[in-house]
């Protein structure tokens, strides 16, 4: 009986060294989580090798080559039908991603009680603005919303949201939507895009830039249905479509007082 | 110590069955947004935090209770609050466990909430508000619970003890602030960026969480024969004068800023909420509601006469807590939303399962308040001290001893 227990005992301790050591070289081997920068591009494989890449994404709107009003019905519902945003009636619980208001409510501090005629008359579109400094990303209390740090987008994961709103609050553009009740019976089903997936009640969404559109290298929706009227390119650099619009025409962009940097430029 | 929450009056059984009952349909309304999700709420996408957040600000302050009696009870040795301290200490943690409620239910995925856990985030400051409460409230429990079991035991505290006083003083100061931070730094809110918004919220936390205290303590006098002693009861009413005098100086620092300097990005929420804006004005009689109130209730414990009448005394603490939960659970929370971005007005109302979720929440809040104070005055019943004087409580462990 002492016998086998001593037997037993041995090889339980050579067992428990033998389970120890195999952990050792997968430990040796982690060289560790290098510091990323953005100059560094994303991790390799991440992207597709098609993927649109830049360090700093930005749009350009020209509102003076929008058409009319069926124009940004037209851009509008690209992005929208894209991305299986929900069109939930009335103010309330409403989600957009992008949508146009009136230049004073777009710009609220650069407002003017003598607005030029065709200003006044004039719509804008609005969406998030990507910005450099993104106060919805420093209060966001689980990462959920985080900017990419090779090109400066600003993304949604809606699997970590836990819904809290913070990020809404500390926007000052008004560019997030809450999904307040269940959005699936809010989409055509006819008009359904299974590349992208629906929401479910309970989170933020936003306009990303169409992160998933730009991995796979194409342009933004919305881009692609202005016909030239929103330009979207790198904005790091200077050969780019939209440094160029930008050393050819004035710009402005919303609320710049809050050292936000946003990355949508506006040329009227 | 527990055991002395389980035997009651029929009066105790039947209250802690109608809380109970009161919570159920808290419950069930929860139920119900749970399932169609924060729909049934009033909030917005314009005014995307409401009620909840508002019962969270105010409630944070009434979790202010302890540290002003245990601020100079410990650290100047300040013998009259004694006896009241650990009636403050439960209430905090009632009213901690109230907040992380009121944020829970604010959550559109509540069954995601350890994502703040699992992911921390030092940049957020509602990472650090949940640290801050939970830390807060677990400190008064453990600090109230050891006390209370030294005291049933008829010893002094342990020595260490001490340290953890000290904490939770400073401690006290945090979950203001930090809860102050949650507003404070956000770009494009003129009601909300303000420097002293912190020292606003602990002005209103000294007034308002000492004040409905007392109100309670007043209640636990006439039901029970517990015995706070005037002394204690006339300084904690000093300290909330005091408080709400420095209160209301703020809150006239910020009309100054905003009206002096003419800037209309800060004027508009102040407007709004006072006199309307763009023909919104449904907040406006709340607003001069709480302007009233405070006046008067400044009026009445002002003079140290009426402040001492413990007949007055209850009506002013009303009216001040009144004031300070206008101003504080619903006006800042409008305000700082009013108006949104594009300078246009979305009005937010209270909606009824809101306001179900809500009591229900409060109910909640109550049942603990109810079973913690409980065993309190048990303990002081069998040491045969709760009707007694503060002062003569010191003299019961030498006798005995």
């Known amino acids: ?191 359904l895009n299974p590349d992208y997936p629906t929401r479910m009640r309970g989170v933020v969404e936003k306009c990303n830039f169409c992160a998933e559109r730009l991995a796979k290298g194409q342009m933004p929706a919305c881009v692609e249905a202005s016909e030239g009227a929103m330009l979207f390119g790198d904005l790091d650099d200077p050969n780019s479509e939209v440094r160029k619009a930008l050393r050819e025409n004035f710009s402005i962009r919303r609320k710049t007082t809050l050292g936000t940097q946003p990355s949508v430029y506006y040329i009227i | ?100 409620l009121f944020v829970t239910v604010d959550l559109g995925q509540p069954q995601r909430l350890f994502n703040v856990v699992l992911h921390p985030t030092p940049n957020s400051v509602l990472f650090w508000d949940m640290v801050v409460l939970n830390v807060y409230m677990f400190l008064n429990l453990f600090i109230g619970w050891v006390t209370l079991e030294s005291e049933r035991n008829r010893v002094a505290p342990p020595h260490w003890l001490k340290y953890f006083i000290y904490l939770s003083i400073i401690w006290a100061f945090s979950i203001h602030t930090v809860t102050a931070f949650l507003y404070a730094g956000l770009p494009g809110r003129h009601y909300w960026l303000t420097a002293i918004m912190a020292a606003r919220f602990l002005a209103s936390a000294f007034a308002s969480g000492p004040a409905i205290l007392l109100l309670l303590v007043f209640l636990l006098q006439k039901i029970t024969e517990f015995r706070a002693g005037d002394k204690a009861i006339n300084t904690v009413a000093t300290i909330i004068t005091y408080a709400m005098c420095v209160n209301i100086f703020f809150y006239l620092l910020e009309i100054f800023t905003a009206y002096y300097s003419g800037i209309p990005g800060h004027q508009h929420p102040i407007t709004y909420l006072f006199s309307g804006l763009h023909g919104f004005d449904q907040w406006v009689p709340y607003m001069w509601v709480a302007v009233a109130g405070a006046a008067l209730s400044l009026v009445l414990l002002i003079p140290a006469k009426i402040r001492y009448n413990h007949t007055v005394l209850p009506y002013a603490l009303g009216l001040l807590v009144l004031a300070t939960y206008i101003d504080k659970g619903i006006g800042l929370i409008v305000g700082g939303f009013t108006p949104t971005p594009f300078e246009t007005v979305t009005e937010y109302v209270p909606t009824i399962p809101e306001l179900m979720i809500t009591v229900g929440v409060y109910a909640i809040g109550a049942l603990i308040l109810t079973v913690l104070w409980k065993v309190a005055l048990e303990v002081k019943r069998d040491l045969g001290t709760i009707g007694e004087k503060p002062e003569d409580v010191e003299k019961l462990y030498v006798s005995k001893l």
């Open chain 1, 1 to 191: 009986m002492s016998k086998t227990r001593r037997d037993f005992l041995k090889i339980a301790g050579m067992s428990a060294l033998g389970l120890g050591c195999s952990a050792l070289p997968a430990a040796a081997a982690d060289p560790g989580h290098a510091p990323r920068k953005a100059a560094q591009g994303p991790a390799p494989g991440t992207l597709p090798d098609n993927a649109l890449t830049a360090t700093h994404w930005a749009m350009v709107i020209f509102t003076r080559r929008i058409k009319g009003p069926e124009h940004f019905d037209h851009i509008i519902n690209a992005c929208h039908q894209y991305h299986n945003v929900p069109e939930i009636p009335g103010h309330k619980d409403e989600i957009k991603w992008i949508w146009t208001d009136s230049f004073n409510h777009t710009f609220p501090e650069k407002e003017t009680h003598f607005l030029a005629q065709d200003l006044e008359m004039m719509d804008f579109l609005l969406l998030c603005n990507h910005c450099e400094n993104p106060p919805c990303v420093r209060v966001c209390p689980t990462k959920a919303t985080f900017q990419r740090d090779h090109d400066g987008i600003v993304i949604m994961d809606m699997h970590r949201c836990i819904g809290c709103r913070f990020c809404m609050a500390a926007c000052p553009y008004g560019a997030r939507s809450f999904n307040f009740a269940n959005p699936r019976p809010y989409i055509d089903g006819a008009k």
């Open chain 2, 1 to 100: 110590m527990l055991e002395k929450a389980l035997k009651g009056s029929p009066g105790y059984w039947i209250w802690l069955l109608v809380l109970g009952g009161i919570a159920s349909i808290g419950m069930l309304a929860y139920v119900v947004q749970l399932n169609m999700g924060l729909t049934v709420t009033g909030m917005s996408r314009d005014v995307s935090w409401g009620f909840y957040i508002a019962q969270l600000t105010y409630l944070v302050g009434v979790a202010a209770s302890a540290v002003m009696l245990v601020l100079p009870a410990y650290f100047h040795h300040y013998k009259a609050f004694k006896k009241i301290i650990i009636l403050g200490e439960f209430l905090a943690i009632a009213s901690v466990a109230m907040c992380i």
